[in-house]
């Protein structure tokens, strides 16, 4: 009897143990996190004002145009093989079920809170999309940057996670900017600022005679193959535009792009990739530069937190059923997500980096980047005041829910 108490009481005291590592594997890296967001709070603020709209917003493009495709390009190129791509093909596909399974909750919560006019469409985005991109690579950076994390060596716990964030991005970016730019879209009256009484008024269809030309020019006789491929560059500009193929292809999807065709062939990747490659002095120059871009955008998010919530018109009732929705309701329909598809083999065996990466896909705050997409279409203030609440509480919630991925997983 005394053998067995004893024992029961060495396994709850490595279980204690246990939980308090998983513990702190869970919450320093958003305590890293929080540090260094509160460090360019402090420098935007009028106290100090080092970091003012101006230098935050060159430090937004710095890190989109430079620091991160350089860390993009430099990680998944050198993690990336034809092969591996073919293994990994779960992972976009999870972020297209991630916006699937968002938006629908999203819908769900919207019905229930009844948001104002016209912010229906808006709060299913903001439930619906998740950062995939950005605050994952600050905490895989944080979390494999001690060296005695649960998924072993640093240095290839960085490069994995990495490498299985940035495969998936391109894919959040067509989502991102195709049904997104066009969930929020302006309400029937041209602005979201109803109330105002600036509503630009529509002008009338005028067909009358009045509004035909006076000279009607003949069409002068082209040759035929010079109207084919008129007729040709026209298709390509209208699928160009139409496809948003400008706004798709920014920095971060060029350099997914070119690491995936680079990485996969291998004489190239010989070239480029490897440590002894004759072309390595570039990627080695990327990484070098990559590293910059954890702390940069961290300075940036921090410091683009100082103007607070904000003068929202959204109101508490629907800025909590976001937080909930977003911070909530989200992350268990993914886990579920996640554990089905391993159940039916879809995921490398015994990754656990690839699950973890894929679990963080479902756990994220509103992605930063539709609160830009917001700005665009006329609503920027209102998510702005979104992004403010949602970043503050998550930093509770991940802490809560990477203590339990991590538990699951080991």
């Given amino acids: ?132 991109g950005n605050v994952p690579l600050v905490l895989i950076a944080a979390l494999c940057r001690d060296k005695s994390n649960p998924f072993g060596d640093s240095d290839k716990c960085s490069q994995d996670g990495n490498a299985y964030i940035s495969f998936g991005q391109w894919v959040g970016a067509i989502i991102l900017y195709t049904y997104v730019y066009q969930m929020l879209a302006p309400p029937p009256e041209g602005t979201f600022d109803i109330e105002d009484g600036n509503i630009p008024i529509k002008s009338p269809l005028n067909n009358g005679p009045e509004q035909l030309p006076l000279i009607v020019h003949e069409p002068e006789p082209t040759d035929s193959n010079t109207s084919k491929k008129g007729k040709f560059i026209g298709f390509l500009a209208f699928l160009y535009e139409k496809l948003k193929l400008k706004q798709i292809l920014k920095p971060p999807i060029i350099a997914s792009i070119l690491a995936m065709i680079l990485g996969a062939i291998p004489f190239l990747k010989q070239l480029i990739f490897t440590d002894d490659a004759p072309l390595f002095f570039f990627t080695d120059s990327c990484i070098i530069l990559g590293e910059a871009m954890i702390p940069c955008i961290l300075l940036a998010l921090g410091g683009n937190l100082v103007n607070g919530p904000g003068n929202s018109k959204l109101g508490l009732r629907t800025t909590a059923a976001i937080i909930f929705g977003r911070l909530v309701l989200v992350p268990p329909v993914g886990l579920g997500i996640v554990m089905l598809a391993d159940r039916l083999g879809f995921l490398p065996p015994g990754d656990k980096m690839f699950r973890f990466v894929l679990l963080l896909q479902h756990t994220m705050p509103t992605s930063v980047l539709s609160g830009a997409v917001a700005n665009l279409r006329g609503c920027g203030r209102e998510a702005a005041a979104v992004l403010f609440w949602v970043h503050i509480f998550a930093i509770f919630s991940m802490a809560g829910w990477i203590v339990l991925y991590l538990r699951l997983l080991f």
């Fill in 1 to 132: 009897m005394e053998r067995f108490l004893l024992s029961v009481q060495a396994a709850s005291q490595a279980g204690e143990q246990s939980l308090f590592t998983t513990m702190k594997y869970a919450v320093l890296p958003i305590a890293k996190v929080f540090t260094m967001c509160f460090l360019g709070f402090l420098m935007a603020t009028k106290y100090v004002n080092i970091l003012p709209a101006s230098g935050r917003k060159l430090l937004n493009g710095l890190v989109f145009s430079l620091l991160l495709p350089c860390l993009i390009f430099s990680q998944l190129g050198r993690a990336i093989t034809l092969q591996k791509m073919l293994q990994w093909w779960f992972i976009p596909f999870n972020v297209v079920l991630s916006t699937i399974s968002g938006s629908l909750i999203g819908l769900a919560v919207a019905s229930i809170a009844r948001p104002p006019y016209p912010f229906f469409k808006f709060t299913i985005i903001q439930i619906g999309i998740g950062n995939i």
